[in-house]
């Protein structure tokens, strides 16, 4: 069964940076067969939409509303998929979830609050 931990996020000014963790354990054999990760992010008022995706072959895909300011990358000896953020702007602020790809319903974790002050 695998688990996902979710770390970073907090309060940061406008224009600042963070990067947000999501670490994976399990058995091997689980960890080996992820398609791939995603982030997900809920602002305030609306539904939790995905903002990017990592294949497991390392194929970063992202929104367009983040793809200039944000990235992913990867730690495979630690099985970590980051999201690294710049130019934060107030809009970004939100919770912050990773998952796997497809997403399973199990692994939601209680996210990762971002918070953008102006």
């Known amino acids: 069964q695998v688990r996902l931990v979710e770390s970073g996020g907090g309060l940061v000014q406008a224009g600042g940076s963070l990067r947000l963790s999501c670490s994976a354990s399990?058995?091997?054999?689980?960890?080996?067969?992820?398609?791939?990760w995603t982030w997900y992010r809920q602002t305030p008022g609306a539904q939790r939409v995905q903002i990017a995706y990592m294949s497991s072959r390392g194929t970063a895909n992202l929104d367009d509303a983040v793809k200039d300011r944000f990235a992913l990358s990867r730690d495979l000896g630690k099985n970590t998929v980051y999201l690294e953020m710049s130019n934060l702007k107030p809009d970004d602020t939100g919770i912050y979830y990773c998952?796997?790809?497809?997403?399973?319903?199990?692994?939601w974790g209680p996210g990762l609050q971002v918070t953008v002050s102006s």
């Open positions: 998952n796997t790809f497809p997403p399973s319903d199990g692994l």
């Open positions: 399990g058995p091997p054999e689980s960890l080996i067969s992820l398609q791939g």
